[in-house]
T-cell receptor, first 111, second 113 residues
Framework: GENVEQHPSTLSVQEGDSAVIKCTYSDSASNYFPWYKQELGKRPQLIIDIRSNVGEKKDQRIAVTLNKTAKHFSLHITETQPEDSAVYFCAAAGGSEKLVFGKGTKLTVNP | KAGVTQTPRYLIKTRGQQVTLSCSPISGHRSVSWYQQTPGQGLQFLFEYFSETQRNKGNFPGRFSGRQFSNSRSEMNVSTLELGDSALYLC????????????FGQGTRLTVV
């Protein structure tokens, strides 16, 4: 079945710096790749997603890139702010017909 | 539009007991998925229901079961609770299964003592 690996597990950056989180997936049939942000004590919320027919997608300070050949996708956050501090989860869905999540990255943005 | 509602928010149960958790999806959403969240393990898929049918199941023992009603509300049941079942249980609803945006509820925090 699908397996999603996410790195790093923790990431600490200074306010204004960029943050990059990387995920790899195992099922070449996967075609949907969402990213969720979970603030402490809150529910996960979708921040951006990408489908396999697109290589890159941007939404203000957030971008996601997808490399289907290498089976990896990445989340890029530019000009980080303290409110970006949270746990970020990548996920993949497709061949296995279920959404499989990575184990999460705890991002800390230091003022 | 009301979001995904999970009840109860918190539960404390004793080993060996059973528990039922409820999830009401967003109106019009027919797909409900359940996840177990524990520190360091992320979100582990339990099962997914669509139009009252279980479409997919994760790698959890048979003590974990679920169902979906005709109004798309879903319940999950855990029998013979173990200490290791302590976790945050999240449900997510979507218009259709697995490759569309999933909206999460706030979860039920289950503590087994």
């Amino acid at each position: 079945g699908e397996n999603v690996e996410q790195h790093p597990s923790t990431l600490s950056v200074q306010e204004g710096d960029s943050a990059v989180i990387k995920c790899t997936y195992s099922d070449s049939a996967s075609n949907y790749f969402p990213w969720y942000k979970q603030e402490l004590g809150k529910r996960p919320q979708l921040i951006i997603d990408i489908r396999s027919n697109v290589g890159e997608k941007k939404d203000q300070r957030i971008a996601v890139t997808l490399n289907k050949t290498a089976k990896h996708f990445s989340l890029h956050i530019t000009e980080t702010q303290p409110e970006d501090s949270a746990v970020y989860f990548c996920a993949a869905a497709g061949g296995s017909e279920k959404l499989v999540f990575g184990k999460g990255t705890k991002l800390t943005v230091n003022p | 539009k009301a979001g995904v509602t999970q009840t109860p928010r918190y539960l404390i149960k004793t080993r060996g007991q059973q528990v039922t958790l409820s999830c009401s999806p967003i109106s019009g959403h027919r797909s409900v998925s359940w996840y177990q969240q524990t520190p360091g393990q992320g979100l582990q898929f339990l099962f997914e229901y669509f139009s009252e049918t279980q479409r997919n199941k994760g790698n959890f023992p048979g003590r974990f079961s679920g169902r979906q009603f005709s109004n798309s509300r879903s319940e999950m049941n855990v029998s013979t609770l173990e200490l290791g079942d302590s976790a945050l249980y999240l449900c997510a609803s979507s218009v259709r299964p697995f490759n569309t945006e999933a909206f999460f509820g706030q979860g039920t925090r289950l503590t087994v003592v």
